[in-house]
């Protein structure tokens, strides 16, 4: 298939479009506001709607609206103005509606900057809003995963009837790669009649809300979701592993750190020394079993989780899989800082000593 | 025997939680009637706020959306830019629309948003036990300005029609009450004009309904209706505010 040089943020639009996206709402934002600039141009012109919004609040309550009366919804931002949607990813988790969010991620936290960043780990996957919801969050490292992920979440945000978040760090966002545009895997999908778009001699009318003022029925509903995020667990999980069969040392990157970690086990290969990528694909649900598997190996000594982000955010969930077998430690930069190649080779060196 | 009155198909059975006294069971009323006579019962989607009528998805028979508090304007705006040719309205109280709710409520207006607000000015946060609205009147008194407001405190009372009338994309806005028969009269009539100026196309269309709140005003709804007429009337003047000839309000 002939490839095409894309633009991520513009690509990412242009997937959402061919997507069957009918509608899109968002206000500008460095490193995303291609995206809007991109649907404001093409959505109408293949039959879709493009408002932009006085706000990030307005816009996420725009696709609360757009989505509740059955539409393909969706809106894009980036960390600063991802905090300020999180009102509307509850209440739409709440409500069940599925759209898709795309967060361009910069450095934190506050106005932090405009260079890409990965502190919205823990707000993407533990539910930055009120309440116990969790969304699918589909993480690519590069173009081609952005513009194919983007099509498949708004498949996964009809099949569960739940917000499905695309988040990575704005470096994506703003370079160009070459791409194909490939087809992605379809889903049978239920059909919408929920939605509120007029009676039209239906029997009954369609609400959608998220309140439940009887306790009894609010803890029913909160099972309820919590049985289908249980589907979630085990239908969506994605990750992918790289020299990791003999791995002494594995590393743990998303986005672009697991890039750069590739060039970083190509070197240290090069030097005998055995390192491999265990690269998390949904950062919820996260691939705790696979990597869980992988910490009880016995060729593997230790791990080095590797982010754009300060304290090590993703380390967590590294820990909570590792559950103490083996040493993890953390190279990390945030502000927009990248980890560089040479620093995760010495790093990986150090975690190898360690796990001797 | 002839039937004189019956219910309006426009709301459910459900039985109405509000205080005895308030208005937003007229209201509704007037809403659902409205609706019904227009034909567009089947067409109409409503968007309900967070306040006393969070509830009022059960009492409209059509379909409805629970929004946040003060979001209404853009859940109904993504509702009505994907189905232009449905019947679209919020219905707010004067804390979701004029305090939590007035950047959405403004930029709804101002883009000429092709829907109709009702809003419920009862100058109280009632939903919540009585504290200070932006609409609360000077001297008043709520759980939050115990002695009453005072400008130099908490501002004057904002007055939304007059605000919103201000927006070349609002086309119609008026004023109304319903403490007697006259009134709630015109009060219906206001409320099928809109809904007759939004399906036309024309833009974005306001209702204020002045309203009592007996339980937090801590009145008789005897003496809440005539609170309302002598205190409320005056600094928010009934009738047209503002009503756009149908040609000026397309874009040029």
Known sequence: MEKELWKGNEA?????????????????????????????????????????????????????????????????????????????????????????????MRGGPGLGTIQPGQGDYYQATRGGGNGDYRTVVLSPSNVQEAVDFVQEAFDIADQYRNP?????????????????????????????????????????????????????????????????????????????????????????????????????????????????????????????????????????????DVEMSSCGQMMDDVRLSVEGRKPIRYLGHAGGVMPTAEEIVDAAKAALKEGA | MAIVYEKSRGLTDAELHYCPGCHHGIIH????????????????????????????????????????????????????????????????????????????????????????????????????????????????????CQSGRTKEQAGMPIRMAELLSTLDGCVYAERVCVTDMANLNKAKKAIKKAFQKQMAGEGFTFIEVLSTCPTNWGMTPLKANQWLKDNMVPYYPLGVIKETAPESAEVK
């Not at chain 1, 059955?70 to 988790?93: D, N, W």
């Open chain 1, 12 to 104: 990412i639009a242009e997937a959402a479009i061919r997507a069957g996206c009918n509608c899109f709402f968002g206000y500008p934002i460095t490193p995303q506001s291609e995206v809007p600039e991109y649907m404001s141009v093409h959505l109408p012109k293949a039959g879709g709607v493009f408002v932009q919004s006085e706000s990030e609040v307005a816009a996420i309550n725009m696709v609360y609206g757009a989505a509740g009366s059955g539409m393909r919804a969706m809106t894009s931002s980036s960390s600063p103005g991802i905090s300020l949607k999180q009102e509307g990813i509850s209440y739409m988790a709440g409500a069940e509606l599925p759209c898709v969010i795309v967060n361009c």
């Open chain 1, 164 to 304: 499905v978040m695309v988040v990575m760090d704005g470096l994506i966002g703003q370079m160009m790669e070459p791409i194909e545009w490939r087809p992605v895997p379809k889903r049978d999908l239920p059909p919408k009649d929920w939605a509120t778009t007029g009676r039209k001699g239906r029997d009954h009318h369609n609400v959608i809300n998220s309140l439940y003022m009887d306790p009894e029925e609010c803890d029913r509903h909160n099972e309820h979701l919590w049985e289908k995020y249980a589907l979630m667990e085990k239908n969506e999980v994605r990750w992918e592993e790289i020299s990791c069969e003999d791995a002494e040392v594995v590393i743990t990157a998303y986005g672009t750190p697991a890039r750069i970690a590739l060039t970083a086990i190509e070197m240290l290969r090069e030097e005998g020394l055995k390192v491999g990528l265990f690269r998390p694909i949904t950062l919820w649900p996260f691939p705790e079993d696979a990597l869980r598997k992988l910490s009880k190996a016995g060729h593997v000594k230790a791990f080095l």
């Open chain 2, 29 to 144: 009323k007037l809403v659902a009637e409205s609706l019904v006579e227009l034909g567009l019962l089947d067409d109409a989607i409503g968007v309900c706020p967070v306040g006393c009528s969070v509830f009022a998805y059960n009492y409209f028979s059509c379909d409805m959306q629970e929004a946040a508090h003060g979001r209404a304007p853009a859940v109904a705006t993504g509702i009505k830019r994907t189905h232009p040719n449905q019947a679209v309205f919020t219905y707010q109280g004067d804390g979701d629309l004029a305090s939590i709710g007035a950047a959405e409520i403004v930029h709804a207006a101002m883009r000429g948003e092709k829907f109709t607000t009702i809003f419920i000015n009862n100058a109280i946060y009632g939903m919540t036990g009585g504290q200070m609205a932006p609409t609360t009147l000077i001297g008043q008194k709520a759980t939050t």
